[in-house]
């Protein structure tokens, strides 16, 4: 598995890594293409400008290293939106203003809360919590179209408020498969995100029910991407990635360039 579809660099709010030393340490493990995918989470609550950066620059500086790097790796510019319902045109004009090869749209945001802080849980049981996410991807689809792949779609999970490490599928089946449909309906894909394992949920992001149906239902397109924030992120767990995805009954993985899917054999 040579390909790392999920990464984060110092344009990201939530890392401070350099670009440069992350192509350094992708040649290091032997990666042959990655692809730089930073955030972009407008209206984020209380911080507008926290994952936002100037995209200029952002195009700028990924460019030339594509050309420097060019005989040791190939670096795709991509982008992860933070999607909310109000965000879908202004999500579409950036989409349609650059050039990128491939474009994740993940929730992050909830009701202007991020799970990831303990305000989401205030007055909610964690299943009433975890309902109210899957509800809300249905919500952003309903407005959202310009990604190519949706993040981990069980991000939640991360962040329980009694850190439990994982959570029942059945419970949530069938909202979960209403967004997987949606989603195939759609044209668009799902990740395989290994961040779950260094989260210590000891599956990804999202676990491997979800795949496996995605798959059942007839979705093709899946990525595979580390989430990695840090250089010591960059692949994480990358050894257990076909196993979970020939388990599933997936014959391929996807790579993207100039938002055009292309399927790579297992």
Not at 57 to 71: P, R, V
Not at 148 to 171: A, C, M, N, Q
Request: glycine share 6%; proline share 4%.
């Amino acid at each position: 598995m040579f390909y790392d579809y999920h990464i984060h660099t110092q344009f990201s709010g939530d890392s401070d890594t350099p670009v440069r030393a992350m192509l350094d340490h992708a040649i290091l493990l032997g990666r042959k293409e990655i692809c730089i995918t930073d955030h972009m989470d407008y209206d984020y609550p209380d911080h507008p400008n926290l994952f936002t950066f100037d995209i200029e620059e952002y195009f700028s500086t990924l460019s030339a290293l594509q050309k420097e790097y060019s005989s040791t790796l190939t670096i795709k510019i991509g982008i992860e939106y933070g999607l909310m319902p109000h965000l879908g045109e202004r999500l579409k004009l950036l989409a349609s203003s650059y050039p990128f090869d491939f474009i994740i749209g993940s929730s992050h945001v909830v009701d202007h809360m991020d799970p990831y802080y303990l305000a989401y849980w205030e007055g909610k049981t964690e299943e009433d919590g975890i309902l109210r996410y899957f509800q809300s991807i249905l919500e952003n689809l309903d407005s959202c179209f310009d990604f190519d792949v949706y993040g981990h779609i069980d991000y939640i999970i991360r962040y329980l408020p009694s850190k439990k490490k994982s959570y029942s599928y059945e419970l949530y089946q069938t909202i979960i498969e209403q967004c997987l449909k949606k989603l195939i309906s759609m044209g668009k894909g799902i990740e395989l995100n290994t961040s779950g394992f260094r989260y210590g949920l000891n599956a990804p992001n999202p676990r491997v029910e979800i795949l496996k149906r995605y798959h059942e239902l007839g979705g093709e397109i899946i990525t595979v991407g580390s989430d990695g924030h840090k250089i010591e992120h960059l692949a994480y767990d990358f050894k257990r990635v076909k196993e979970i995805l020939t388990t599933c009954g997936f014959r391929y993985f996807t790579r993207f360039s100039q938002r055009k899917a292309e399927f790579i054999p297992l």
